[in-house]
């Protein structure tokens, strides 16, 4: 049996690509966010991470330059 390559399948559709797209973006911005609580409960325990402000801006470009620009 010859092989000829991987041959373009249903589940391949653009649709489905951009759908699993998404949901890796989903599945990151929701790891940032659970860093950021993470940060700002560290920060409010006293460690020296910066300030509030500082750790929210973070999450902030961090969604805008992840999210917002693609």
């Given at each position: ?24 973006c ?45």
């Amino acid at each position: 049996m010859e092989d000829r390559g991987r041959q373009l399948q249903a589940r391949d559709s653009p649709r489905r690509v951009f759908l699993a797209f998404c949901a890796m973006c989903w599945i990151a911005w929701a790891a940032v966010g659970a860093l950021t609580v993470g940060a700002l409960y560290m920060v409010n325990q006293g460690h020296e991470l910066g300030t509030r402000v500082e750790v929210l801006s973070v999450f902030w470009w961090t969604t805008y330059f992840c999210l917002g620009l693609p």
